[in-house]
């Protein structure tokens, strides 16, 4: 089979989660809000997980939130895994860095994986599900947030709106995302039974378009697409595209909205 576009530059998004780390926590938002949904969705499953795996794990929220559950005594040994190392550091536990493309467990190994907001930057999420599937044992349980198509909408669109009327044309200047109609999709394509997507929308505002910035870059979730357009974002460009974003989108507070698509995807590895 030939090998999966290269979309995202991995080394990069690694150097990029590691300078986020220290101050991680001051735009952890998104991820705690990812991961207070998954362990409320643990809460009615009535049976325990002996073995489970925090995926982007960052610096904890979901055991955090695990702690604060009603599923906190079904889920016995918890492995937290990063892709940054920094991410991890400071605190006890089971803890591993590991890349999401290529997890390191034996076949049939896990009763739980969970995952929040990291699969967004696999370059064949298909592949990274399959290895997760692998890895659950017979009727293991896979919980997997990650960042839609909707993210970002209105930032695309200033963007895209400044180029087109400076440069005369625009490329891609923010990573793609997931469609949400093919969420469920991606999980039957992994070989996963009774696959569910469901879809949160946040709206966040800001008093300037800088913040919002500071805060993908804190979050770790600046663009790394491997492909990077070939001309440099100038003052003049981002003058320009923050005016746009202001015309187009402010409210009557004087705010901007940013908008994010959290895609939940469960599904359970078949039973034999």
């Known amino acids: 089979m030939p090998a999966p576009p290269r979309l995202f530059d991995r080394a990069l998004h690694r150097i990029r989660l590691d300078r986020a780390a220290r101050d991680y926590a001051n735009a952890d938002f998104l991820q705690r809000r990812a991961a207070e949904d998954v362990a409320e969705r643990l809460a009615p499953i009535m049976r325990d997980f002996p073995v489970a795996v925090d995926l982007s794990a960052r610096t ?19 492995v937290e895994a990063d892709l940054s190392h920094r991410m991890l550091q400071g605190r006890a536990g089971a803890r591993v860095v590991l890349d999401e493309e290529r997890l390191p467990f ?17 370059n064949d999420v298909v592949g990274a599900l399959i290895q997760a599937r692998r890895a659950l044992k017979p009727d ?9 198509g909707v993210t970002l909408t209105e930032l695309r669109q200033s963007l895209v709106a400044a180029e087109s009327e400076i440069l005369g044309g625009a ?3 923010v990573s793609p995302f997931a469609d949400t109609a093919d ?14 997507a469901d879809v949160d929308t946040v709206t966040v505002t800001y008093d300037h378009p800088l913040k919002l910035l500071f ?17 440099k974002l100038t003052r003049p460009l981002m003058t320009r595209a923050f005016e746009i974003y ?27």
């Open 183 to 196: 969420a469920a999709g991606l999980l039957q394509r992994a070989g996963f039974s009774m696959p569910v």
């Open 140 to 148: 293991g349980l896979f919980i997997g947030a990650f960042l839609g």
């Open 246 to 272: 202001f015309e187009r989108f402010r409210d009557e507070d004087g705010r901007i909205p940013a908008t994010f698509e959290i895609i939940t995807l469960t599904g359970w590895a078949p039973a034999h």
């Open 106 to 122: 034996s076949d049939a190994r896990l009763d739980l994986i969970v995952s929040t907001l990291g699969l967004h930057w696999t």
């Open 215 to 231: 805060d993908l870059r804190q979050m770790g979730e600046t663009s790394v697409l491997a492909d990077r357009h070939p001309k």
């Open 171 to 173: 490329g891609s200047r």
């Open 60 to 78: 904890g929220a979901f055991r955090e939130a695990l702690e604060r559950g009603d599923a906190k005594d079904r889920v016995g040994f918890l």
